[in-house]
């Protein structure tokens, strides 16, 4: 069964900075690509960021470009999140998801697969 | 403002049929990209309800339907049921590469 368990939320001042991670299990971690969605209290769904687990290359939104960046540790079967400057709008739950397929494409650009969520709050 | 629109909310009766869109444009949905479709129960992290336009996970009841035309997408839920009250968010994905999401659809059961 696949889990995924992020951890690392928490509150913060504005133009601070935290990691996420999300732990992941049940699967072949490097066989597959992993992403980030974040959903603000009371709002909808907004992707963030995805990492492909072909070449790790990555893409962001561009709401986060500049000050965030998504990794992998494939030993540790971990995905990390590395905020930077945060913004009261950064305020959300993040959850940790996976991709189908090793490469984010056409055919595969969903995500079967969602962690519980970790919470972020950016306030003075 | 979502770049898929979505109505924000849709009710029926237990056992009627409703149904909600998700429109996009000629960079997104119009560009063949798929449409897919996950459900929130309150308090819940999203579930992959379906993929592809209109693939089912194993688990997901065939009372749910997934359509695509042109520019738009719908997902069809027959048979209302109480558990069924939840949003829905389409998703798809776009020319620059990136993954969007619909505004989402509260489902009431009245």
């Known amino acids: 069964e696949v889990q995924l368990v992020e951890s690392g939320g928490g509150l913060v001042r504005p133009g601070q900075s935290l990691r996420l991670s999300c732990e992941a299990s049940g699967f072949t971690f490097g066989n597959f690509a992993m992403g980030w969605v974040r959903q603000a209290p009371g709002r909808g769904l907004e992707w963030v960021s995805s990492?492909?687990?072909?070449?790790?290359?990555?893409q962001y939104a561009d709401s986060v470009k500049g000050r965030i960046t998504v990794s992998s540790d494939i030993f540790k079967n971990t995905l990390y999140l590395q905020m930077t400057s945060l913004r009261a709008a950064d305020t959300a739950v993040y959850y940790c998801?996976?991709?189908?397929?090793?490469?984010?494409?056409?055919?595969?650009?969903?995500?079967?697969?969602w962690g519980q969520g970790t919470l972020v709050s950016v306030s003075s | 403002q979502s770049v898929l629109t979505q109505p924000p909310s849709v009710s029926g009766a237990p056992g009627q049929r409703v149904t909600i869109s998700c429109t996009g444009s000629n960079s997104n949905i119009g560009a063949g990209y798929d449409v897919h479709w996950y459900q929130q129960l309150p308090q819940r992290a999203p579930k992959l309800l379906m993929y592809g336009d209109n693939s089912r996970p194993s688990g997901v009841p065939d009372r749910f339907s997934g359509s695509k035309s042109g520019t738009s997408a719908s997902l069809a839920i027959t048979g209302l049921q109480a558990e069924d009250e939840a949003d829905y968010y389409c998703?798809?994905?776009?020319?620059?590469?990136?993954?969007?999401f619909g505004g989402g659809t509260k489902v009431t059961v009245l």
């Open positions: 998703q798809s994905y776009d020319v620059t590469l990136n993954v969007l």
């Open positions: 990492i492909s687990g072909y070449d790790g290359s990555t």
């Open positions: 998801v996976k991709f189908p397929n090793y490469v984010v494409s056409r055919s595969f650009a969903y995500f079967d697969s």
